[in-house]
């Protein structure tokens, strides 16, 4: 083809860098293995997630749960229970959602701030009453129910009990446990188990629980 009078000839492509060639050649094989292992996932199901170990951010991770949930229209549930000595931020802001957050403080503190047994267990019986009513309740999406771990490790609640409900929930609800020790029987039931590992706390030099971050 004959170029008009004046028109510079067309710029000859530059060769790609060696190293971008190779990177982009490694993604695009990567990119292959995991739109066909995503491509092999075809079932939906109701979750039963749980988040245990030593470190921060159980309760924290849950509620980032609750507000993608939030985000996509759903509706959710939360039972705490152990705490419900402090008033939290996330309390206060999962109020503005109105009733598509359904939500029930109902511990009296932990075990070595009540110091009775008796009291503990009938608030945790209390709280997984609730719990159920929650699970039945078709308009729920997400169900979290904070500290359950703590309850069960101090035997609050019966085991096998709890991990049986859980197990016979409808098909389509996602429930979020948090807390430490999280017991074995529970832990073989979920279909998610994320432990959180502690590296290093600021309580440990001293620093109080803060506003914001805490609670």
Known sequence: MTLP??????????PEDPEAARHRAKMLKRKAVQDEEVAQK????????????????KSTAAFGLALRM??????????QFIKGAWQTGEAQA????????????MGEG??????DLARDRAAAARAFARARELMADDTI?????DELNIALRYDYLDLAEVVAALAARRPGLHVVV?????????VAAADLVTEMGLVKHH?????????????
């Open 5 to 14: 009078p004046g028109t510079p000839p067309p710029a000859s492509p530059t």
């Open 203 to 215: 309580f440990s030099a001293g620093v109080k629980a803060q506003a914001g971050i805490e609670f």
């Open 178 to 186: 948090t807390g430490r020790n999280a017991k074995p029987a529970l």
């Open 42 to 57: 075809t079932l939906q199901k109701g979750l039963l997630i749980v988040h245990t170990g030593p470190g921060k951010g």
């Open 94 to 105: 999962f109020a503005a959602f109105g009733d598509r957050v359904v939500w029930h403080t």
């Open 70 to 79: 939030l985000g996509r229209g759903g509706r959710v549930g939360v039972v």
């Open 141 to 145: 999406d997400l169900l979290v129910l």
């Open 110 to 115: 932990f075990t070595w701030e009540t110091q």
